[in-house]
């Protein structure tokens, strides 16, 4: 591309940021859609191409030498990498499923103006790796959502408590961080601190079931599934923590795995076993990076993609059920099975994606970080089985109040819309087309975990070459 | 590689070929909403079970021909990370994954013919044979996979299927139940299974059933694992054979996967998938044989589940329930075989049982409106006569149920539920507001 011109990367950027603006002029929900939808889908593309590009120049990044960032900038600070090529991708995949699958009922509360405004903060925080610029839009995302829970009028006192305290940790740990030639940075174990509230770590997960149960659904799972908490984890601490920190965190890891999932079992609520399946995803993906071996941080990456994508389906198929059904509550059979059973096999397949279940994209991912952990102890091990089993009999038992049962009465056809069955078949061909072709994927992040490692390997020279075996 | 290499290697890939289309065109079809007709689904079913026993027959023609008695179908790494990890695509045909192959394809494509008929015009019945085309799958994969994960991968499909399929009468609340049993039972299984293979894929480098035990063909292959490994792996396999196969303790989800429709109880509970466990100790005896008090534990376990599994059978009041109990007789005496070393006597005690009691279940429903009137069992009324302890016991499935309910299930959920109402507190006080959980007072009904 020519340097003069703003790469695919940026024109996503800059195309969502566009789209925000317009979408916030328009008033009628049905233009809205229509604005929404043309500058989602732009972006979505563009950030497609970006990932294509790079991996077409097998791993450099066009424009890198002399482009208008570095011109205006003074540096290049935002690109894509081997860590973030994938992921940028995926999150406008989901911005672009969720706003395209938003039911005409549910239009007036998703807003388009905000969805894209997050796009646009998400592209860029996902291929940002500038420490000061990484911490202000983790900051500024974290933020955002307040302003939603005003909007749905709903207390945002848990929420404000929990990200408040996340950024000022942030702020105050990326300060102690320094120069990247030494690791004994009193900012590591700070940052590492904010990046497992916002991961929703134990005991700092209430937020998570908070949020999710009181935004609005589509922006609720915009904000948690991407798992933005985990790249921080990637770019600030990992290459820098101490293996002591380090095993602190694939203990916190597990404990938040077993237990999220314990909780998972019981919930009374479709959208509260949504937010403890997002944090017990997020903590196995914590014990891939805490194990710091190329094993383990090559899982991790593939946990975290495959994760973004199906507890981005599950939400979805959760949404397009409560558009149609109310409030799901897991306590009695609803008998939905008749009126949607494209939604009941989504439902499941996503939802079993989520732990791991043989033919989808998290079954290599498990596998690996199982493998991993069972290397660094049978505890880790025994407690990573555990919790995946756990989600295993969550989803399941979910399934089963929803879908079986005497069947739900209803004078009018509840069927799931073409544009809902659309979004979730794209991301169920992502997940069982990743699950039984996962080579080159598992590729890609292989290389992110190397580069990782060498990253840290330059701070930490005799673990991390241990690390490297 | 010889034409007759090459007709092996392809009759070998179609074997796994002729389940995988099926379940893609099945599958595919409920994810789109295509209905497709019965006549198409049976049609599709027939061919595709004919096309992988006919499969199956021209391997083993070709390996009776030519005096070899292992071939191998190797798809290649499917994943593969450097040095430290790959996970090999490998299916294996040998005296032992053949003659299961073959029952698993007989009795299934005699079941499907049962069943498009069996379930003519029901709901269900796109939903039946999708299911019963990823437990075919599961099946075959199981049985003839050459590395330990391809064998989980297969597992978890069989679990899934038989658990969707034990609740596939969904109008009715107790199905469902039955089958979150079933599945909570599979996963515990699944866990052991799956905490044994990264065990023995760590040890050895890789998940290749000739690394873990030994080059040799079954049942000659000689495993020589460290003992405290073999102690610990084998313990695992048990545990993850007990729950498939329903031994002790985990034998109460037996009965209960009788909730589903005749065709399925007949392949998947009566025929198959209860073997299923037994298989896998087949599979693995060369990591039993390391161990003689793993051994001692295996033979232990079989005859004690077949010893109250015979007794239980003399009290339960439906065809299904002591079809059930008598298959899980037959099923212990086949695990104590295993533990003894009898190999062969396993397995041709194996293939004769499921093909049986397939029999015997898809006659239950006839045997219903054909037999007269008279009582069930005549052991049934001498025990109820006596009022015995040994009757309440037996009538109560041994406690099985109720021992891991009341000693895992319900501790486990009371402290869930306490943390839930706990949290629930939290939030609300945090927020502001009065907290108004009831999750503590919840049941558990769902679970039992």
């Known amino acids: 591309m020519n340097e003069a011109f703003p790469s695919w990367l940026e024109a996503a950027i800059l195309t969502a940021c566009l789209g925000a603006i317009g979408a916030s002029t328009a008033r009628a929900r049905l233009r809205a859609f229509a604005w929404g939808m043309t500058f989602t889908s732009a972006a979505a593309g563009c950030a497609l191409l970006a990932c294509v590009q790079y991996y077409w120049f097998s791993g450099t990044d066009p424009g890198v030498v002399d482009d208008w960032q570095s011109r205006f900038l003074g540096d290049r ?297 069972l290397h660094a102890g049978p505890v880790v091990g025994l407690g990573v089985v555990a919790a995946t089993a756990l989600g295993g009999v969550a989803v399941v038992r979910a399934y089963l109040l929803l879908f079986t049962g005497a069947r739900h009465a209803s004078p009018i056809a509840l069927g799931i819309g073409p544009r809902e069955r659309a979004a979730l078949l794209i991301v169920a061909a992502l997940i069982l087309g990743g699950g039984l072709f996962p080579h080159a994927g598992v590729a890609g992040r292989q290389r992110a975990a190397t580069a990782l490692l060498d990253a840290r390997a330059a701070l930490h020279p005799l673990p991390a070459r241990d690390a490297r075996r | 590689m010889t034409t007759r290499g090459e007709l092996a290697w392809l009759s070998g890939f179609a074997v796994i070929a002729s389940p995988c289309g099926l379940a893609f065109v099945l599958g595919a079809g409920s994810l789109v909403g295509a209905r497709l007709s019965e006549s198409t689904i049976a049609r599709l079913v027939k061919w595709s079970t004919l096309a992988g026993l006919g499969a199956t027959l021209l391997v083993l023609a070709i390996m009776l021909g030519t005096g070899e008695r292992r071939v191998v179908v190797d798809l290649g790494d499917w994943v593969t990370i450097s040095r430290d990890y790959h996970f090999a695509l490998k299916f294996v045909f040998d005296r032992l994954s053949v003659p299961f192959a073959l029952l698993a394809y007989t009795l299934a494509g005699a079941i499907a013919a049962f069943a498009s008929r069996y379930l003519h015009r029901e709901p269900g019945f796109n939903r039946f044979f999708t299911l019963y085309a990823l437990f075919l799958l599961g099946m075959t994969t199981t049985s003839l996979a050459g590395t330990i994960e391809t064998l989980f991968a297969g597992w978890e499909l069989v679990g899934l299927s038989s658990a969707l399929l034990v609740g596939f009468s969904h109008e009715r609340a107790a199905p469902a139940r039955s089958a ?173 049982h499921a093909a049986l009691r397939a029999m015997q279940f898809l006659r239950a429903p006839s045997m219903l409106r054909e037999a007269a009137p008279r009582p069930v069992a005549t052991d049934l009324a001498r025990l109820a006569r006596s009022r015995s302890s040994l009757y309440r016991f037996l009538m109560e499935r041994g406690y099985l149920d109720l021992f891991l309910l009341e000693l895992f299930v319900r501790p486990f959920l009371a402290a869930a539920r306490g943390c839930d109402a706990l949290e629930r507190r939290w939030t609300s006080w945090l927020a502001g507001a009065v907290a108004t959980s009831d999750a503590a007072a919840a049941s558990i009904e769902e679970f039992t």
Not at chain 1, 116 to 122: E, N, P, Q, V
Not at chain 1, 208 to 217: C, Q
């Open chain 2, 180 to 352: 979150l049993w079933v599945w909570c039972v599979y996963r515990v299984s699944d866990a052991a299974l799956v905490l044994a293979a990264a065990a023995l894929h760590h040890s050895a480098g890789g998940g290749d059933f000739d690394e873990l035990l030994g080059s040799g063909l079954w049942p000659h292959a000689r495993a020589l694992p460290p003992l405290d490994q073999a102690h610990a792996v084998g313990a695992l396999l048990l545990i993850a054979a007990a729950g498939k196969s329903a031994l002790i303790p985990f034998s109460g989800w037996l009965p209960r996967a009788m909730e589903g429709p005749t065709p399925s109880s007949a392949v998947f509970y009566g025929a198959l998938s209860v073997h299923l466990g037994v298989f896998l100790l087949l599979r693995v005896s060369p990591i039993l044989d390391a161990s003689p008090a793993l051994c001692a534990a295996t033979v232990a376990l079989g005859l004690a589940t077949a010893l109250f599994a015979h007794l239980a059978r003399g009290v339960q009041t439906d065809v299904k329930s002591a079809l059930s109990f008598a298959s899980l007789t037959q099923v212990g005496l086949i695990t104590a075989e295993v533990g003894l070393g009898c190999r062969y006597v396993a397995l041709v005690h194996l293939l004769a």
């Open chain 1, 77 to 373: 600070l935002l690109a894509l990498d081997d860590l973030s090529a994938a992921m940028v991708p995926a999150v406008a995949l989901l911005h672009w499923v969720t706003a395209f699958a938003t039911p005409r009922a549910r239009m007036r509360r998703f807003s388009y103006t905000w969805s894209l405004a997050a796009l646009a903060l998400r592209l860029a925080l996902f291929s940002c790796r500038d420490v000061r610029l990484l911490v202000a839009l983790l900051t500024v995302e974290a933020a955002l959502p307040g302003f939603e829970l005003r909007a749905q009028r709903r207390a945002p006192r848990v929420y404000a408590v929990h990200l408040g305290v996340f950024a000022i940790l942030l702020i105050v740990g990326a300060c102690g961080l320094g120069s990247s030639s030494t690791s004994s940075h009193w900012g590591v174990p700070v940052v590492a601190a904010a990046v497992l509230i916002r991961c929703g770590a134990i005991p700092f997960h209430c937020w998570v079931t908070d949020w999710i149960e009181n935004a609005s659904s589509g922006i609720g799972l915009l904000f948690v599934a991407p798992l933005s908490g985990i790249y921080a984890l990637a770019r600030l601490v990992v290459p820098s923590a101490s293996d002591n920190l380090l095993r602190a965190i694939v203990a916190l890891g597990v404990l938040t795995a077993i237990y999220a999932g314990a909780l998972a079992v019981v919930q009374r609520e479709a959208r509260r076993l949504l937010a403890y399946l997002v944090i017990s995803g997020g903590a196995l993906v914590l014990v891939g990076f805490g194990l710091h071996t190329r094993l383990s941080i090559t899982g991790a990456l593939c946990l975290w993609f495959s994760t973004l994508l199906s507890i981005g389906g599950f939400g979805l198929a959760i949404r397009a059920l409560e558009a149609r059904f109310g409030p799901l509550a897991l306590v009695a059979h609803r008998g939905l099975y008749d009126h949607a059973p494209t939604l009941a096999v989504c439902f499941l397949l996503t939802g079993l994606a989520g732990v791991g279940f043989p033919g989808t994209l998290g079954f290599i991912a498990t596998e690996l970080v199982v493998e991993s952990a």
